[in-house]
């Protein structure tokens, strides 16, 4: 059995302050959509502050049909999803781009190493690529139909390169979309392919100029939000076969490690995840992230809120006001991780 690492916003923090969090990429998304001429009708100020300004609430809302909407209505709500789905995948786009000016962090690369030796499966709520690009330092390179483990069109321009294979059981699997993955933005998607777009060229900007983009037009970023229904993202057979495979994955792991979630109340879906897909037996789920110690308390009590005691033993050690990765790496290479997070033990029964 392998280890499952699930990746949030903080893991992408940890490779470089350029990458926003949720609160900073909902108003950049927000301001870059609400200043454009033409702005949506749906965005109205007022529909906005009713959501709070939650980027992950109004891509939701606006995401699936409500239950009172006319027709026009509903098309409206549409264009304005796909404006702000095309904006989220714009906004992280340039900020990732400031972060690969520079040589991405040692500590990305030997993780990306060990993962790729082990065979981890890693299960991403990010929509960057940050990860791949760290992987691309392995055996994985452009291989991303295997790496992806999801039946993804790879998507290049004529005469592009094809894909390739590599040798591990490593997956990465990307639950809410990813700025790679494109789609026709239809608002009835069961069938319809997903293409996802090989580092190479995603990052060569002589393909997104002087209309060399033509591979990618008509298409916009595959961005689900955190609590689009079933019957909307979910019904696509290819986005159903990442999630099966990390339900798969969560019900084998020896040990699970979230770096950088917090299991917020708005994400129901992997919530749901985590708590439908547990273990036969007891194992370790061990929380990585940095928070301030004011915060920590509310933290691992949203987790023991959705995981079961009996199958779960939360280990707190990364959770500081500091940097953990770099000492998480060196637990894991070294192997005294074991040591650091203890044995399993049993779980309480109620009479204690």
């Given at each position: 059995?392998?280890?499952v690492f699930?990746?949030?916003?903080?893991?992408?923090?940890?490779?470089?302050?350029?990458?926003?969090?949720?609160?900073?990429?909902?108003?950049?998304?927000?301001?870059?959509?609400?200043?454009?001429?033409?702005?949506?009708?749906?965005?109205?100020?007022?529909?906005?502050?009713?959501?709070?300004?939650?980027?992950?609430?109004?891509?939701?809302?606006?995401?699936?049909?409500?239950?009172?909407?006319?027709?026009?209505?509903?098309?409206?709500?549409?264009?304005?999803?796909?404006?702000?789905?095309?904006?989220?995948?714009?906004?992280?786009?340039?900020?990732?781009?400031?972060?690969?000016?520079?040589?991405?962090?040692?500590?990305?690369?030997?993780?990306?190493?060990?993962?790729?030796?082990?065979?981890?499966?890693?299960?991403?709520?990010?929509?960057?690529?940050?990860?791949?690009?760290?992987?691309?330092?392995?055996?994985?390179?452009?291989?991303?139909?295997?790496?992806?483990?999801?039946?993804?069109?790879?998507?290049?321009?004529?005469?592009?390169?094809?894909?390739?294979?590599?040798?591990?059981?490593?997956?990465?699997?990307?639950?809410?979309?990813?700025?790679?993955?494109?789609?026709?933005?239809?608002?009835?998607?069961?069938?319809?392919?997903?293409?996802?777009?090989?580092?190479?060229?995603?990052?060569?900007?002589?393909?997104?100029?002087?209309?060399?983009?033509?591979?990618?037009?008509?298409?916009?970023?595959?961005?689900v939000p955190p609590?689009?229904?079933?019957?909307?993202?979910?019904?696509?057979?290819?986005?159903?076969?990442?999630?099966?495979?990390?339900?798969?994955?969560?019900?084998?792991?020896?040990?699970?490690?979230?770096?950088?979630?917090?299991?917020?109340?708005?994400?129901?879906?992997?919530?749901?995840?985590?708590?439908?897909?547990?273990?036969?037996?007891?194992?370790?789920?061990?929380?990585?992230?940095?928070?301030?110690?004011?915060?920590?308390?509310?933290?691992?009590?949203?987790?023991?809120?959705?995981?079961?005691?009996?199958?779960?033993?939360?280990?707190?050690?990364?959770?500081?006001?500091?940097?953990?990765?770099?000492?998480?790496?060196?637990?894991?290479?070294?192997?005294?991780?074991?040591?650091?997070?203890?044995?399993?033990?049993?779980?309480?029964?109620?009479?204690?």
């Amino acid at each position: 059995m392998s280890d499952v690492f699930i990746l949030g916003a903080g893991f992408s923090k940890a490779i470089s302050d350029e990458m926003p969090l949720m609160a900073e990429l909902g108003q950049r998304v927000l301001s870059r959509v609400m200043n454009t001429r033409g702005r949506p009708a749906a965005l109205s100020m007022e529909s906005i502050l009713a959501l709070e300004k939650n980027i992950e609430l109004i891509l939701s809302f606006l995401g699936e049909r409500q239950p009172w909407q006319t027709a026009e209505e509903a098309s409206i709500a549409q264009a304005a999803f796909l404006a702000l789905q095309t904006a989220v995948g714009e906004v992280i786009g340039e900020s990732q781009d400031e972060v690969l000016a520079a040589d991405l962090p040692d500590w990305l690369r030997e993780l990306c190493e060990l993962w790729f030796d082990r065979g981890d499966t890693l299960i991403t709520l990010n929509y960057d690529t940050l990860l791949e690009e760290g992987l691309r330092s392995t055996q994985v390179g452009e291989s991303l139909r295997q790496l992806y483990n999801a039946p993804l069109t790879p998507l290049a321009p004529h005469g592009g390169s094809s894909d390739s294979t590599f040798n591990s059981n490593l997956r990465l699997l990307k639950l809410h979309g990813s700025i790679n993955w494109f789609h026709s933005g239809a608002a009835h998607r069961n069938e319809e392919p997903i293409y996802a777009v090989r580092l190479h060229y995603f990052r060569n900007d002589h393909f997104w100029q002087d209309g060399q983009d033509y591979w990618v037009a008509g298409r916009v970023p595959l961005i689900v939000p955190p609590l689009a229904h079933k019957e909307g993202f979910y019904a696509n057979s290819s986005l159903r076969a990442v999630w099966s495979a990390a339900a798969s994955a969560l019900r084998e792991a020896e040990h699970v490690y979230c770096i950088g979630y917090s299991m917020p109340m708005t994400d129901l879906t992997v919530r749901a995840l985590l708590a439908a897909n547990t273990p036969k037996r007891r194992r370790k789920l061990v929380l990585v992230n940095k928070c301030p110690e004011a915060q920590k308390e509310a933290l691992v009590g949203r987790f023991r809120t959705v995981l079961p005691e009996h199958l779960y033993e939360l280990v707190d050690h990364f959770v500081r006001p500091t940097d953990v990765l770099e000492e998480l790496k060196e637990g894991l290479i070294s192997g005294s991780i074991e040591t650091i997070v203890g044995p399993v033990r049993a779980a309480k029964s109620e009479d204690e």
